[in-house]
Nanobody, 120 residues
């Protein structure tokens, strides 16, 4: 059974930090690209950060230098360290796991989301 479970959200003041965790099971975590997305009210879901199975990372321009994505293959868990938080970072944050199947198609699993709220 595939599970993707986010945690670590909460309420923090401007300039504060949060560390999100994405604990997984039921698939080959070490082969997956792990990503964090976010969705603010009235806005589309957007990619925040991603880390490939080989450890390559990429970030949205709005979070570069403030957020860090990482992974622990032994724990089958991905993380998003968020520093210097701003009110515009307020959103529901979702973890995504993606594998490429033998046929070349994408297999995706999503978590239920964790809310991060930054007060000004």
């Amino acid at each position: 059974q595939v599970q993707v479970v986010e945690s670590g959200g909460g309420l923090v003041q401007f300039g504060g930090s949060l560390r999100l965790s994405c604990k997984t099971s039921g698939f080959t975590f070490s082969s997956a690209t792990m990503s964090w997305y976010r969705q603010a009210p009235g806005k589309e879901r957007e990619l925040v950060a991603a880390i490939t199975s080989s450890g390559n990372t990429n970030y949205a321009g709005s979070v570069k230098g403030r957020f860090t994505i990482s992974r622990d293959n032994a724990k089958k868990t991905a993380y998003l360290q968020m520093n210097s938080l701003k009110p515009e970072d307020t959103a529901e944050y979702y973890c995504n796991a993606r594998l490429v199947t033998d046929s070349g198609t994408n297999w995706d699993a999503w978590g239920q989301g964790t809310q991060a709220t930054v007060s000004s």
